[in-house]
T-cell receptor
Framework: AQKITQTQPGMFVQEKEAVTLDCTYDTSDQSYGLFWYKQPSSGEMIFLIYQGSYDEQNATEGRYSLNFQKARKSANLVISASQLGDSAMYFCAMSYTGRRALTFGSGTRLQVQP | NAGVTQTPKFQVLKTGQSMTLQCAQDMNHNSMYWYRQDPGMGLRLIYYSASEGTTDKGEVPNGYNVSRLNKREFSLRLESAAPSQTSVYFC?????????????FGDGTRLSIL
């Protein structure tokens, strides 16, 4: 079965430092997409970044980058220069052939400390 | 830029009552989704709709019905609410092909069943 695993329930980082949030996935599909979403305490789901399984370069969006290691089946989110507003839950999610909806991990709560 | 709009934002029901959660998107997306989010968990798919007039069950469809009224609107109905349906409900939409497109979420409906 397809599965997303986020092994870090909570993380702390100092303001202005970089942080890596882990995500591993399990699929036998060759064609799939990996997504990261941010959920602040206000509750909305905010799309951050996407990586396709055939993309050779790691995706980047501003301060967010996705460290995609296909052989290891990992898709870690790297946030550079953390800001207080980055404090939130972060969810890794996957889509694949035959399932149009997203499969979500259980999330990582990031707290940025001044 | 409304995006995905959900109503209501909050609702309290008594066991056995019925209600309909409304969702509308203005991004001309074909695909729409209903998820639920329980404490400490990622989102789980309730129902999915690839286009007007079509719906498919997700992981947790029991106790729910849906209607894809037109391209814009996708409603979720609880016919006889149960305490186990206390959750936060999210509607989302995406372009196609779905596995390469981010899903855009509404702000959620916080539903409590007493």
């Amino acid at each position: 079965a397809q599965k997303i695993t986020q092994t870090q329930p909570g993380m702390f980082v100092q303001e202005k430092e970089a942080v890596t949030l882990d995500c591993t996935y399990d699929t036998s599909d060759q064609s799939y997409g990996l997504f990261w979403y941010k959920q602040p305490s206000s509750g909305e789901m905010i799309f951050l970044i996407y990586q396709g399984s055939y993309d050779e370069q790691n995706a980047t969006e501003g301060r967010y980058s996705l460290n995609f290691q296909k052989a290891r089946k990992s898709a870690n989110l790297v946030i550079s220069a953390s800001q207080l507003g980055d404090s939130a839950m972060y969810f890794c999610a996957m889509s694949y052939t035959g399932r149009r909806a997203l499969t979500f991990g259980s999330g990582t709560r990031l707290q940025v400390q001044p | 830029n409304a995006g995905v709009t959900q109503t209501p934002k909050f609702q309290v029901l008594k066991t056995g009552q019925s209600m309909t959660l409304q969702c509308a998107q203005d991004m001309n997306h074909n695909s729409m989704y209903w998820y639920r989010q329980d404490p400490g968990m990622g989102l789980r798919l309730i129902y999915y709709s690839a286009s007007e007039g079509t719906t498919d069950k997700g992981e947790v469809p029991n106790g729910y019905n849906v209607s894809r009224l037109n391209k814009r609107e996708f409603s979720l109905r609880l016919e006889s609410a149960a305490p186990s349906q206390t959750s936060v409900y999210f509607c989302a939409s995406s372009g196609t092909p779905e596995r390469y497109q981010p899903q855009h979420f509404g702000d959620g409906t916080r539903l409590s069943i007493l």
